[in-house]
DNA sequence: CTGAAAGCGCTTACAG
DNA sequence: CTGAAAGCGCTTACAG
């Protein structure tokens, strides 16, 4: 039905093979004039190279599988998401490579998953922030290119992640800078490497500083807004409550202020808020954020190159941690004087 | 190298056409306890299908090609594109169907442009917001299936987008009955639908109520947040300026708004502002912003359901328009008395 | 420089 | 219920 090198072959009287390499250019020459002859005819009979055909031949498919942590519905309204993806479409068209989103998750089975992913389309894949118990890793290990982000170390697989412990630590210092001693922390998922590391930099940090860490001013939001809000409203409703409160991430912070207005709460003079990732939200929020930015595209980015790499044989499977920023902002200031 | 049904029927001394029907339950009967075999087999021999060679086979990829207007950098950033493409990547979930993103763009030649869409691996193409003045719907149409977000009417293809005529009419009826007068308009890009309805809609509302129509007070933002501070900072500082300022989307309303307040204007006090989309930091700006909502994941949802049927042969393409809604937020106030 | 042929991993008529 | 074979549209050794 549609148009194939045959065609053009049957059209002009000489070999698939010819026209194979004259229309690829080679590597085997052919004679200028047939060489004309097949892409004149390509063109005219409106012919189109079949991408499928050529790579269950070759095994290339220039075509990246992004594997998002899980389908929850609104993929894409996260910032965290959004903005890995951005660098990794960013980074695809350098490398000539289309993205593929595995959108369908078989959660019955994760042989079935991962059947799924190894199908042949993508000629590696790229995981994002996947779910440190998650067997799809392991079971996938050695079967195609893998680089991860935000995941868990895996070894031979390159992962990129940003310095958590760090980015903590300059946001706990920043409140305790500011005079901060009961500070209390909206956690997010405990199965996501982030979640995990957030919290224990935060304990830890707490234990450097010698805050006052309260297990009931430690809760987990999700890493949704609508997380953020009830864990917060929860925590500012008890008595005594916190006078700072860190989040694991942008969205949470969203969530814990309208918490924080809704209790009839002045933000920053009632509570002062800090979140993580500085998300595009962060500085037209108000009042805008104090936040630990992670440079989210440059990760999504160099994951992606780092698994064009893998696929080009280039050894090497780097554990990079992007350094994070304290951006400071209208939402942390003193607390008020004990009364 | 991998496993394929070869391997399987050869271990099993059964026929290759018995392993696949076999393994996919059909449609030809096959024995109970060969089946059970089969299938034992397959997972002892870690067999996995190769989609691409089903794919070249049957035709079917279960794949959706997803073409945005064209890769800016930073293609995810936009709360257009991530709005629907939440849409579009829900309703594949529910309809079995993976997403790819063409992120290459092939700009020397729109034949060769349409050939990387048309290069099998996907079952039909989503185009979202393409230029009106792109040569490639009219020269895929009838090739492949084919949905149009946000774009103009093709005859045949069905086509999304949302009523921009009145939702213009919403945003200026509300700036009147405020007591504006002097009412400027930032527009979008206007090779795209959206950009140029929205404007001629602003001008056909400034007819109708008889406002202060200048052209001096219609300058283009190209629906980035810099486009909306640059073109906003140049029209607030010409004398008169207007007194409200709609925006033909959110992003550049968020640049006016800094314009504004570079300026050491006010907001709404000084320059009431309205915009577009309702984006999802709309609602978190500072002042929130009064704006023209509309359903952008629907948008995409609809389209991705119109794409499927259109595929599975179900005729018609219909031209949907979404309604609109006016959200009235902080950003708009009646105007100050002349001095 | 070129052609005939094998084969990538599948599905599906055709013939029992 | 099953097998042998053709074929999807390509690439690439093999043999001139």
Known sequence: MSVTIKDIARELGVSVSTVSYALNGGPRPVRDDVRDRVLATATALDYRPNHLARTLITGRSFTIGV????????????????????????????????????TRFDQTSPVAFVNALLDGRADGLLFLA???????????????PIAIASGKEVPDLPSFTCDNRHGVHQA???????GHTRIGTLHGKLHLVDGIERL?????????????????????GDFHPQGGFDAGHQMLSKSP??????????????????????????????????GFDDAPTASMMHPSLTTVRQPLEELGAAAM???????????GAP??????????????TSPKEDP
Chains 1, 2 share one sequence.
């Open 305 to 315: 190159h780092a698994l064009i790499a893998q696929i080009n044989g280039d050894a």
């Open 130 to 144: 996947p779910a440190v118990d998650s067997p799809a890793l392991e079971l996938l290990a050695g079967k195609i």
């Open 67 to 102: 594997v998002p942590t899980e389908l929850t519905t609104n993929l894409t309204k996260s910032p965290y998401f959004t903005g890995c993806l951005d660098g990794i479409v960013n980074a695809a068209e350098v490398l000539g490579q289309d993205v593929l989103l595995y």
């Open 172 to 178: 706990i210092a920043h409140l305790v800078g500011l």
């Open 319 to 332: 554990h990079i941690q992007f350094e994070t920023e304290l951006i400071i902002r209208k939402s942390t």
């Open 200 to 220: 224990k930099a935060f304990r830890a940090a707490m234990a450097e500083f010698g805050g006052d860490l309260r297990e009931e001013w430690i809760a987990g």
């Open 241 to 274: 409550r916190p006078t700072a409160i860190f989040c694991a991430n942008d969205e949470m912070a969203a969530g814990l202020v309208q918490a924080a207005y809704a209790l009839g709460l002045a933000v920053p003079e009632d509570i002062s808020i800090v």
